[in-house]
């Protein structure tokens, strides 16, 4: 069994990486937030920009919004049964 | 054409029809040869301009050499050549003749100088695509090459007419910034031209439906040439229009729609085509140095990244049949290899920090906010979390891990590992060592100003990143893939012909009817007088020569036949009698 197949199959191991990602996901919304406080970092072009963690925020909102808007669209308007163009 | 000058894509126009004349190693030697030749041929050129020939008092222009033209002339010879390693195992002389004269053609229009040459190059391009569609040798691929014919013939007509109007009221061909002629109905027949074979919606329904139909070799090379000629061509003609903001900010969108949607992981994949196009166009509106040095960059990274997803979504139907992605699952296993290069073209097209994409389309985005413009800013930051939501991760997810389908795959024929491997290579190259790329944009002093690697850029972009996962995770069973299509403005010629045709029909049964009565009252008493006045001289004096004839010689016939009765007891007879007769003569007559 390959090393990725070993993490992903074993539910011990998979819980890890789970637990990981989410830690992972905390240091980066921690540094985004903290780092450009803490160096030098160049100036924000727009004011939301500095909001805390402020692309972060962005990323999950559009996340949710590219897949919910767009599933909304398709359900209502856009997708068609596969054979729609041969009937 | 000069001698020291030898134009790059001739070599390969030209040179691909040595391929069917050769075999096996010979053959596959030249397959790498001659885009590595013509790759060599555009990394020796220096600007300037080359190649030019006169023509109906206009002179046309081969070799327009400058630092444009030649970072597009480096990424499609490149492309050509990783594309023909990739191509190596296809026992298909017509596909890989084609696919040179692809990449030449593209070559063809970059060092283009004047609109004729490009129109020409455009069309042989158009060709070679529709081939490679048409060389998969399936109904589906046979129909929607037909499509794209259609609406790439309309394309390349607005581009002539466009540059007919042009030379008419210039009485030049150059092909250089168009803004001198915005508003004229010239300008506009142009930038469609160029609209439409960006794949700008809502002219642009003929990418999605063209190339998922393309052979698993030949889509490589379709993803690269076509698309990013036309981002060529604006940045050369179009750039500060306006428009083309706007544009692009809605394409870069609306391919992140339409992805959320698809099913097919090829076809899923061009629609990421229109929106990283759409930043490029994007670029090109905004028009300040460093926007396009972006799009350019952009342009180069994306060929490189797009191929290696399309490789990596090839090799799997190579290997499995399978395009659907609720027909795969699980391939992880089995095909790792694939696996781990598509993942660096996903992290490329991505923007994740180390990789391509990082580098490049930043530079858009960056010069929306220097420009201060909050909406597209924010429109091109959305689309980048659903560039990342699916190739990075809903096509990874479903068609590698995802519920086990049980196929049983394996890694494909090593030539198309080593193409994904090359590809792959320069996309972590180009993210890592960022100067090599921008040294050869065409502003150089904005380019070396520019520092991608920044604090806030790659905190940012990690959170974007990082968050965007964290949502695709939460939202899993909303992506379930299911099989269906997704209207698109292909419809209107697909669908939208069929609503059209009945009453179309009637109307054209109605004028037929209309036309038929005319030709009844006008026509047909006048044809039918000539007739029978015709049928009468036919009957008086024709046929009563006939019958006078036959008459005379049936009369003389019949006389013949009572003397002639052809039997030789009679003939003998009468021979008898005219002896004796002659003799009497002789003995009696003196």
Partial sequence: ?87 | MTVEWIHPGFVLIVGAWVLPLLKGTLKKAAMVLLPTIALGLCLRMSPGTYGTVQFLGQQLVFGRVDRLSLVFSYVFALLTLIGMIYALHVDDDAQHVVALTYGGAALGGTFAGDLLTLFAFSEIMMVAAVLLVWLRRTPESVAAGFRYLLVHVFGGLCLLGGSMLIWSQTGSIAFGNMSAFAGSTGFWLILVAFLINAAVPPLGAWLPDAYPEASVTGAVFMTAFTTKSAVYCLIRGFPGTEVLIWLGAFMALYGVVYAVLENDARRLLAYHIISQVGYMVCGVGIGTEMALNGATAHAFAHILYKAVLFMGAGAVLEVTGRRKLDEMGGLYKTMPVTLTLYMIGAFAISAVPLFSGFVSKSMVVSSAAETNRMGIYLALTLASAGTFLHTGLKLPYYMFFGKDSGLRAHEPPTNMLVGMGLAAAACIVIGVFPSLLYEHLPYLDVAREYMPYTVRHVTDTLGLLGFTALGFFLLLKQLDPHPSVSLDTDWFYRKGVAVLLPPMNRALAMIEGAVGQVYEVVMQRGVLGTGRQLRDVDAQVVDAAAVGVGTMTETLSGDLRTTVTGNAQYSGLIMAVGVLVAIAFAVFGR
């Fill in chain 1, 1 to 87: 069994m390959s090393f990725l197949e070993r993490q992903l199959e074993d539910p011990v191991r998979f819980k890890r990486l789970k637990i990981a990602f989410y830690v992972a996901l905390s240091v980066i919304a921690v540094v985004e937030f903290a780092l450009p406080r803490l160096m030098h970092a160049e100036k924000a072009e727009f004011w939301f920009e500095d909001l805390p963690a402020w692309e972060s925020v962005y990323g999950l909102i559009s996340c949710v919004v590219i897949i919910v808007g767009s599933k909304l669209i398709g359900k209502l308007w856009l997708m068609k049964r596969e054979d729609y163009y041969d009937r």
